[in-house]
């Protein structure tokens, strides 16, 4: 994401949107009630009412927004609101969707931003490409993905009998010539920093010896995993000896921040989940990280009933605690959906 002007202070940035990931992080930096401008597309009529025909017109529009939307699987993040400022032919409040995809140019003011919509801004403006290639595979099967700020995308399969959503590819000839060929392609096309190559048992270490590119070599980790299924990618991310690889990533800082919260949940001290229990200890003043998942956020937009949680965000951090925003995504969101998607590592143990 590229930040052409900010003030923090005042309320303001203009940016530039890059990738995908860049729009998975404005739909929790923009909030109900902030103002959004840009160009955009409106929908005319012209004519009389008799034959009248509606056209695409580009417009600059500044909406109050009401609604947020992020389509990962269609690129596309959806901030729906009423008109605030626009033409004279564009009735102030009317409705307007504006649909932000890669390199949208867009204008976002808010009342004030909360302290994890800063850190999400700094992060997604220095974020890098995608750097890790993972390859779930056995003598029969494998599964391509590469991570993303938001979990990872499933890129392909080779000979999979389930009917998948995403690409999938026959195998033809040799089976492990077939993979090394699909290393090679992503190889290129994402340059990614490193690859893990998993399996059970030893099949991994067989199609590492059929590796003879050094550049290739050099990159790959090996791991072991039970299964080879879609799932599996998330089991490998977790393997010990592919956590130094992922360190520094985000998927590994959310499985992290699970594991701490499950840990504390098993030995009833310093942790609550469920929108009830997590509320009793915000009010408390006792939240040091608030955990809450995408799904929920989305769902409780939908529902129009945001207001509560917004409060709540925003009184974790007036009171300096910090919020994470978890990928439902990946493991760790689904098991913390599995919990009421929101819950709260404390800085002392709530007694009732």
């Not at 990614?192 to 199609?207: T, V």
Request: hydrophobic share 35%; with cysteine; proline share 2%.
């Amino acid at each position: 994401m590229k930040l052409l002007s900010k003030n923090i202070r005042k309320g303001f940035v203009k940016l530039q949107t890059e990738s995908l990931d860049d729009l998975w992080y404005l739909s929790y930096i923009i909030d109900p009630g902030d103002y959004v401008k840009g160009e955009t597309f409106r929908k005319i009529k012209i004519g009389t009412e008799e034959k009248s025909s509606q056209v695409k017109k580009k417009v600059f529009l500044k909406i109050k927004v009401e609604n947020i939307e992020f389509h990962k699987y269609s690129n596309i993040l959806r901030i729906s609101g009423t008109v605030s400022e626009g033409p004279e032919d564009i009735p102030l409040g009317s409705h307007h969707t504006f649909s932000v995809e890669e390199n949208t140019t867009l204008g976002l003011e808010k009342e004030s931003f909360l302290s994890y919509q800063v850190e999400k801004l700094e992060e997604a403006e220095h974020q890098k490409s995608p750097k890790i290639l993972i390859c779930v595979m056995d003598r029969e099967n494998a599964f391509f993905a590469i991570s993303k700020k938001y979990g990872y995308e499933l890129l392909s399969s080779l000979d999979g009998d389930v009917e998948k959503k995403f690409e999938k590819n026959t195998s033809r000839g040799n089976f492990y010539d077939e993979i090394i060929n699909l290393i090679h392609e992503y190889d290129k096309r994402y340059s990614p920093e490193s690859i893990i190559l998993a399996s059970p048992a030893f099949f991994k270490e067989d199609l590492y010896k059929k590796i003879s590119e050094q550049h290739l070599r050099k990159k790959i980790v090996l791991a072991t995993c039970s299964s080879v299924k879609e799932d599996a990618v998330s089991e490998v991310l977790k393997r010990s000896e592919v956590q130094e690889v992922l360190k520094q990533d985000r998927i590994t800082k959310e499985e992290n921040l699970i594991e701490a919260l499950l840990k504390e949940i098993a030995m009833n001290e310093k942790a609550v989940y469920s929108l009830k229990e997590t509320e009793n200890a915000v009010n408390a003043g006792a939240v040091s990280e608030l955990l809450i998942t995408d799904n929920f956020i989305q769902k409780k937009r939908q529902e129009n009933k945001f207001g509560k949680i917004d409060f709540l965000m925003r009184t974790v951090d007036s009171m300096k605690g910090k919020i994470h925003i978890i990928s439902s995504d990946f493991d760790a969101g689904k098991k913390l959906d599995g919990l009421g998607g929101i819950a709260a590592l404390l800085r002392y143990k709530l007694s009732y």
